[in-house]
């Protein structure tokens, strides 16, 4: 019996977001939230949860993201600079491998065209038809390299390299290791 079919999970089925299962799920919850941090959509000063930085409503005596209890860890005003930048180099490194994965294949789609109106035999060499794969081609093949492909890449590596940092981040802040 492996150890997928114990923890209950059917064997063969995708375990977490793009196969990558985070060691911290509360990071994971808050990236979108930090994301508009980020992109300056939500105010800066507010008041925090003091372990993972979620923000919290007045209310609130524990954080909805990691359960830490504001009684446990003060509340903080603001998002340390230091946490906002691992969020932004998940979001970056995501954002490269989709916009590359978009770029190669519109480059295999204009070598396509390319082939198709230099060597093209018959009907093939035909350069509406070649215009037609560019477009259509072009538009299908970055979706595939960029939206599908690229995407789950880059969704694991930045999601790997913000857990590292985060790892990082609490061995600093809480002085283990």
Not at 161 to 170: T, Y
Request: proline share 6%; charged share 20%; hydrophobic share 45%.
């Amino acid at each position: 019996m492996t150890e997928e079919r114990a923890a209950g999970v059917p064997q063969g089925e995708p375990v977490g977001i793009a196969g990558y299962v985070s060691p911290y799920p509360y990071v994971d919850r808050l990236q979108e939230k930090m994301e508009e941090r980020l992109a300056r959509r939500v105010p800066a000063s507010g008041r925090f949860c003091g372990f993972c930085y979620a923000r919290l409503r007045a209310e609130d005596t524990v954080c909805p993201f990691c359960g830490t209890a504001t009684a446990e860890r003060e509340p903080v005003s603001e998002i340390p600079q230091e946490v906002l930048r691992l969020y932004l180099a998940k979001q970056k490194t995501e954002a490269r491998w989709v916009h590359g994965g978009a770029f190669f294949g519109l480059v295999v789609a204009s070598a396509l065209f390319i082939w198709m109106v230099i060597w093209g035999p018959g009907i093939l060499g035909h350069p509406a038809l070649a215009f037609g794969v560019l477009l259509l081609g072009g538009y299908v093949l970055a979706q595939l390299f960029g939206t599908f492909i690229g995407a789950q890449i880059g969704y694991r590596k930045g999601a790997r390299r913000r857990d590292a940092m985060w790892a990082e981040f609490l061995a600093r802040r809480d002085g283990a290791g």
